[in-house]
Nanobody
Framework: QVNLVESGGGLVQVGGSLRLSCVAS????????MGWFRQAPGKDREFVAA????????YYADSAKGRFTISRDDAKNTAFLQIDDLEPEDTAVYYC????????????????WGQGTQVTVSS
């Protein structure tokens, strides 16, 4: 089973940018659609974006359209989430996950999760 490790989170000011990375443990990464989710304190984990395999298509939550960009580099076994024009409401732990089956926006569709990376946006 592939393992996932996120990095790239941190403390940033409003309007700043971050690029989160999710590195997979082995070359089977190319066979997984990948998703990014986030969980703010006291809230449920919510879908942010997903990228399919091969000729990848991307999907975004309505709240993520315009400021978030998901991508993947199969040669590096890595998925990315670029976040621009950060807002305080973006403060959360961000998780990447490997898709199994089902709709991309559902947490139950993913069976492998990383440990998360904290993003904190200060105003």
């Amino acid at each position: 089973q592939v393992n996932l490790v996120e990095s790239g989170g941190g403390l940033v000011q409003v309007g700043g940018s971050l690029r989160l990375s999710c590195v997979a443990s082995d070359h089977t990464f190319y066979s997984y659609a990948m998703g990014w989710f986030r969980q703010a304190p006291g809230k449920d984990r919510e879908f942010v974006a997903a990228v399919t395999i091969a000729s990848p298509r991307t999907y975004y939550a309505d709240s993520a359209k315009g400021r978030f960009t998901i991508s993947r580099d199969d040669a590096k076994n890595t998925a990315f989430l670029q976040i621009d024009d950060l807002e305080p409401e973006d403060t959360a732990v961000y998780y990447c996950a490997a898709h199994s089956q089902g709709p991309y926006y559902a947490t139950t569709s993913y069976d492998v999760w990383g440990q998360g990376t904290q993003v904190t946006v200060s105003s």
